[in-house]
């Protein structure tokens, strides 16, 4: 079996600010699921497009008239996603992810045996691991886009797309020990992951493998709410180094969540808003406190042809920027559990 072989992805050009979506928008929302106020989904859209741009001047949608015309071209996608709101996983897809997960985990294995250059950034040139290490020791969350190809090559999930990205973050002053006790406190991680995470609590544990139940939340242009069952395994190398690794094995949207008629949808056939996710996790101790990488990988419904170039940089830019919430919020209970400890 071949290595995977990792690429940075060279991204997309961006239209407006990645702040404007927070989960794929070809799906209308479905009866009990409402945008924004009372407004319909196409109003939502052009008043909060026009927000972004006020916000942004980007020189690309400076002028009124291409303003306009950004404005008139979403309305117009947003009036063809009627007919896409539900999706089904195909079982090639499926295939595709896990091929994907399987090469990425077989190189997150292989790296795992060298503590010397524990971390993905320490593979990189001296001059990017300076510029990483500054940023994480002023308190930043670093993130990069990755691709794990198969000889070479991409790996096909059709009408799926695979988003993968890896983060890090420095906790100061913490040691190890703490950083695995709050990653394993998962019955109260909706106290730390608000709003993202509504509901979480442990199904099982049999020493360092866990079956968890996290309930989901996501709101800006629609509210979306999902319902997923992972399971967790820990492994410490030594005193300073350990990894984990968790791999969702149900996810389902809910329907009409918090009323007397929620229901779960089928699996695989929803909106398509996450259908799979695997995350992968390193912990270092050293220069006076721990850092914290995650990889995570999911899987999502594709985008029709012809649209990507509008609605991709929005698909793409979700995951980072719940990878970049999940990092720092981590950093910033774990800091103030020590220093309410300390105060004790």
């Known amino acids: 079996m071949s290595e995977p072989t990792r690429v940075e992805h060279p991204g997309f050009r961006k239209i407006v600010a990645f702040r404007s979506i927070d989960w794929p928008l070809l799906c209308v929302p479905k009866q009990g699921i409402e945008p924004f106020g009372s407004l319909s ?14 916000w942004r001047h980007s020189p690309a949608i400076h002028s009124t008239r291409k303003a306009r015309a950004l404005s008139v071209g979403l309305t117009f996608v ?6 896409l709101r539900a999706a089904d996983l195909q079982p090639a897809a499926s295939a595709g992810f896990d091929r994907y997960a399987k090469l990425t985990q077989d190189g997150f294995d292989s790296e795992n045996k060298n503590l010397g250059s524990f971390l993905w950034m320490d593979g990189l040139s001296q001059d990017q691991q300076r510029a990483h290490y500054a940023q994480l020791q ?30 890090t973050v420095f906790v100061p002053e913490a040691t190890l020990a703490q950083v695995l006790a709050f990653e394993q406190d998962y019955d109260h991680q909706q106290q730390y992951f608000m709003p993202d995470v509504m509901r979480s609590k ?28 992972h399971q967790v395994h820990y492994e410490q190398l030594d005193a300073t180094h350990a990894w984990s ?25 929803d909106d398509g808003f996450l259908w799979r996710m ?28 012809g649209l990507s170039w509008l609605i991709g940089p929005y698909i793409t830019s979700i995951p980072r920027e719940s990878l970049t919430f999940t990092l720092a ?16």
Request: glycine share 6%; charged share 20%; aromatic share 8%.
């Open 78 to 83: 947003f009036l063809l996603a009627g007919p």
């Open 329 to 344: 919020a981590t950093r910033k209970a774990i800091v103030a559990r020590r220093a309410a400890n300390s105060s004790r």
């Open 245 to 269: 690794r968790s791999w969702t094995t149900r996810v389902q949207q809910v329907d009409h969540p918090g009323q007397p008629n929620e229901s779960l949808e089928p699996e695989g056939h």
């Open 138 to 167: 002023a308190g930043q969350v670093v993130i990069e886009h990755l691709a794990t190809l198969d000889r070479g090559s991409p790996i096909a999930t059709p009408g799926a797309l695979i988003h993968h990205w890896v983060g």
């Open 202 to 229: 442990i199904l099982s544990r049999n020493g360092p493998d866990f079956t968890v139940e996290l309930r989901f939340y996501k709101k800006k242009v629609i509210s979306v709410v999902l319902e997923t069952q």
């Open 41 to 54: 989904p196409i109003k939502s859209m052009r008043l909060h497009f026009s927000t972004v741009h006020k």
């Open 278 to 305: 695997d995350t992968y996790w390193r912990f270092e101790q050293k220069d006076g406190g721990v850092y914290i990488e995650s990889q995570s990988i999911s899987l999502t419904r594709d985008v029709p042809a």
